[in-house]
């Protein structure tokens, strides 16, 4: 979808949902396939309880996240040797390449804006399965 006008300013509503390589289920948002955007992408994402991300990176993208209800945990790091716990209100950034894997713990829903600087909803999102095993 590479149709959009320069200069054309765009409004989304989310409704439709994607299917991430992570392993959630993603708000189709702020594009390069959505809206033509072309330095940053932004997403909504819900994690039920028990929600559980495959380990990935990010390839030579940042992310950030606001956490708008709920809370999990995040571990992060070459071997996800570190552990981050964050709730509602915080705001958390991953630097490019880090590995991380988030599991919402709580009872509750987990909602979260996502942005990022790779305009692709998906193509900075390197899967690393050795990683997966190292986290309970």
Excluded at 109 to 133: F, G, W
Aim: charged share 15%; glycine share 8%; proline share 8%.
């Amino acid at each position: 979808m590479d149709t959009f006008r320069p200069g054309t300013c765009i409004k989304l509503r989310p409704g439709q949902t994607y299917a991430g390589k992570q392993g959630f289920n993603y708000f189709n948002g702020i594009a390069k396939e959505t809206t033509g955007s072309q330095a940053i992408c932004m997403h909504l994402l819900t994690v039920p309880p028990g929600g559980r991300a495959k380990a990935h990176k990010h390839a030579t993208h940042e992310t950030a996240i606001y956490v708008v209800s709920g809370s999990a945990i995040m571990y992060w790091g070459e071997n996800l040797e570190h552990c981050m716990e964050t709730s509602a209100g915080d705001l958390i950034y991953i630097p490019a390449d880090v590995p991380h894997l988030p599991i919402n713990t709580g009872t509750e829903p987990t909602q979260a804006v996502i942005a990022r600087t790779d305009p692709h909803e998906q193509e900075s999102v390197v899967l690393l399965p050795h990683l997966d095993a190292l986290v309970p």
